[in-house]
């Protein structure tokens, strides 16, 4: 992905692994699905929670307005906070982009079946991939 998705990861899905070995088998399945690092982004660790940027800060003022929306209107603040704790615990969090592409979010899930959580991002609302995959 050229720009930065977050804070809200519009046509991704985004995957939670906990470990090294399934980052590894996602990133495999992902290649072999046809999705290259140019559609393709892994966060680790501390030094990726400026991305997820929980109250939107590092989004300047459209980022807080967002973020601020969110919590209002939507879950997405909580996948946000989720997100952090998860960063924090030192895991991995792989976003791909496919669009409204229907069968290319399918090879997504399918290659990221791995993921503790597995979530796709449309315009207006969140769909929880893990029985898909």
């Known amino acids: 992905m050229q720009s930065d998705s977050f804070p809200y990861p519009n046509g991704s ?20 699905a046809g999705f290259g690092a140019d559609r393709t982004e892994i966060l680790h ?3 990726d929670m400026g991305r997820i940027d ?8 459209g980022g807080g307005l967002v973020r601020r929306l969110q919590a209002l209107f939507s879950d997405d603040a909580d996948h ?3 997100y952090a704790d998860e960063l924090r615990a030192g895991h991995y969090l792989v976003g791909v982009a496919v669009g409204e592409d229907q069968a290319a979010k399918r090879r997504a899930a399918e290659a990221l079946r791995g993921a503790e959580a597995l979530d796709y991002y449309a315009g207006n609302y969140v769909e929880d991939l893990r029985a898909r995959a």
């Not at 070995?21 to 990133?27: I, S, V």
């Open 54 to 61: 929980v109250e939107g800060d590092e989004h300047g003022k």
């Open 45 to 47: 660790g501390e030094e």
């Open 80 to 82: 946000a906070r989720r």
């Open 13 to 32: 899905i985004v995957g939670v692994f906990s470990d090294q070995g399934a980052l590894e088998e996602a990133r495999c399945g992902l290649e072999q």
